[in-house]
């Protein structure tokens, strides 16, 4: 089954303590990308990627780091989470093709504490 | 910078037809999505523009007209289970870049 998985779904957390979300997609795309959700503000990327070892800077990347040492994978990485980290976040992939369709993964819960 | 605009609500009545607007300003873009979601859930891809015109997909539509910085999903047949948010996003063709609009409430009464 075609499909971008993340882990953990839900994650409660302290300031300070580094964490990190993975995300993997199974359906060979070059194009991976971080988004997080607050109500009211929509979807904001946080950094996407066009291939392996290739990241780019979305509109709201303080505080995060990623990795694309895989083409299946694109950690996000929080080294030192702050409260205002607290959302709601998206890993997605697509291809680089004529529709641009971005398949979600289910979403992971976080809260920092 | 980039930008697109919607509505934050819209209410309509079970089984009518309901338009979904996004006005954008951006320096340029591959073309127009459209996805929804539903509350808890993740985004699922709707339909694309590439091209100024109407996409039908079902009961879905969508427009996009370059000249006039706007788009639309056109929703025909409402069912109950359309109940949800729906977003438009643009990838820039500077820097790859996605970007959302805030997304569309929508609300179908019986």
């Known amino acids: 089954e075609a499909q971008v998985t993340q882990n953990p779904r839900y994650l409660i957390t302290v300031t300070g303590k580094k964490l990190t979300v993975t995300c993997s997609q199974n359906?060979?795309?070059?194009?991976m990308s971080w988004y997080r959700q607050d109500p009211g503000l929509g979807l904001r990327q946080i950094y996407y990627?066009?291939?392996?070892?290739?990241?780019d800077k979305g509109d709201v990347p303080e505080g995060y780091k990623v990795s694309r040492k895989e083409k299946r994978n694109f950690p996000l990485i929080l080294e030192s989470p702050s409260p205002n980290q607290t959302s709601l976040y998206f890993c997605?992939?697509?291809?680089?093709?004529?529709?641009?369709?971005?398949?979600f993964g289910p979403g992971t819960r976080l809260t920092v504490l | 910078g980039q930008s697109l605009e919607q509505p934050s609500e819209v209410t309509a009545v079970e089984g009518a037809i309901v338009q979904i607007n996004c006005t954008y300003q951006t320096s340029g873009f591959y073309g127009l999505s459209w996805y929804q979601q539903h509350d808890g859930g993740a985004p699922t891809f709707l339909s694309y523009?590439?091209?100024?015109g109407l996409e039908e997909t079902g009961r879905f539509s969508s427009f996009l007209s370059r000249s006039d910085s706007y788009g639309y999903l056109l929703l025909q047949e409402l069912q109950m289970k359309d109940s949800a948010s729906y977003f438009c996003?643009?990838?820039?063709?500077?820097?790859?870049?996605?970007?959302f609009g805030k997304g569309t409430r929508l609300h179908i009464l019986p």
């Open positions: 997605a992939s697509s291809f680089l093709a004529a529709t641009d369709t971005q398949y």
């Open positions: 990627s066009m291939n392996v070892e290739v990241t």
């Open positions: 996003a643009v990838r820039s063709n500077r820097d790859d870049k996605i970007i």
């Open positions: 523009n590439a091209l100024d």
């Open positions: 359906m060979n795309h070059e194009y």
